[in-house]
């Protein structure tokens, strides 16, 4: 069974860090094209970053500079270091994954087939 699962949320100041994790089980992320996606009360679900099989990145713009993905296949996990947090980076993070070999990262909402259950990240002081 294919299962992504998010850990590493919580509650943190204004200008502090946290690291999300998205562990894969039942498959090799190797192969996957990965997203983080978050969704704030009363917003659309929006990507955050994503990274293709290859390893290249894409960023959204309100997260450029801040925000770092990686993967370590090794661990079949996927990360998001999140520096200089903002309180409007409060929201419920997920990890998301489809089969691609493209070179190029996709980051669409529907792209995107297997989906974890989210944690979320507070920026508060």
């Known amino acids: 069974q294919v299962q992504l699962v998010e850990s590493g949320g919580g509650l943190v100041q204004p200008g502090g860090s946290l690291r999300l994790s998205c562990a894969a089980s039942?498959?090799?992320?190797?192969?996957?094209?990965i997203g983080w996606f978050r969704q704030a009360p009363g917003k659309e679900r929006e990507g955050v970053s994503c990274?293709?099989?290859?390893?290249?990145?894409s960023y959204a713009d309100s997260v450029k500079g801040r925000f770092t993905i990686s993967r370590d296949n090794a661990k079949n996990t996927v990360y998001l270091q999140m520096n200089s947090l903002k309180p409007e980076d409060t929201a419920v993070y997920y990890c998301?994954?489809?089969?691609?070999?493209?070179?190029?990262?996709?980051?669409?909402?529907?792209?995107?087939?297997?989906w974890g259950q989210g944690t979320q990240v507070t920026v508060s002081s």
């Open positions: 039942g498959f090799t992320l190797h192969d996957y094209n």
């Open positions: 990274i293709s099989s290859t390893g290249s990145t």
């Open positions: 998301a994954g489809t089969k691609s070999l493209a070179a190029v990262p996709i980051c669409v909402r529907p792209f995107f087939d297997s």
